[in-house]
């Protein structure tokens, strides 16, 4: 079965700096990958996703995921956060055989101080 | 642009009550999901349905039931609500042969069971 880890519930980075989310996954065929945000009081916004074409994958508001299989990774990274990027963002595992169902991490909550 | 519509924004309910969450989406979606969001654990799959009078147990279905009687409607209830099911809950949509493809979700209800 899939699994989906996220390294560190809460994160809290500068405006302007680095944002660095990590996601590890477990799955014994090649799966698919996705990135979602949730801003306050809303629903989830796909932000990127992975199937198996480019490893390393550009998404919506400047972020960006590299696929690793030999470190069954898909961190998600901006090169400067902004303070809208304050957000709580799941990572999502499921294989093509499973109807779209996913399976997700615990989900990292996004800090941005000025 | 797909509309993933859940009924209610907040409901507050009494122990022991049955409730009824509702989940509406117009782009002919065979596949429809309900998750539950807590705090440090993501999103955890309740039910799905891949089709009009179909349902399959998630990883947390006591609990709870669904109803699918169009293809259009998904309902979750909980036929005696207790406080260990206060939470978000999300609603979300698929076609049924696009496992690349992302979930659409709603805005979630909130549910408080007092």
Redesign the interface.
Known sequence: AQSVTQLGSHVSVSEGALVLLRCNYSSSVPPYLFWYVQYPNQGLQLLLKYTSAATLVKGINGFEAEFKKSETSFHLTKPSAHMSDAAEYFCAVTLYNQGGKLIFGQGTELSVKP | DVK?TQSSRYLVKRTGEKVFLECVQDMDHE?M?W?RQD???????IY?S?DVKMKEK?DIPEGYSVSREKKERFSLILESASTNQTSMY?C?S?F?D??????H????TRLTVT
């Open positions: 993933v596949n999901f998750y705090p440090g654990l993501g999103l955890r799959l799905f891949y998630g999300l979300a698929i049924k696009r496992g690349g493809s992302p979930l979700f709603g805005n979630g």
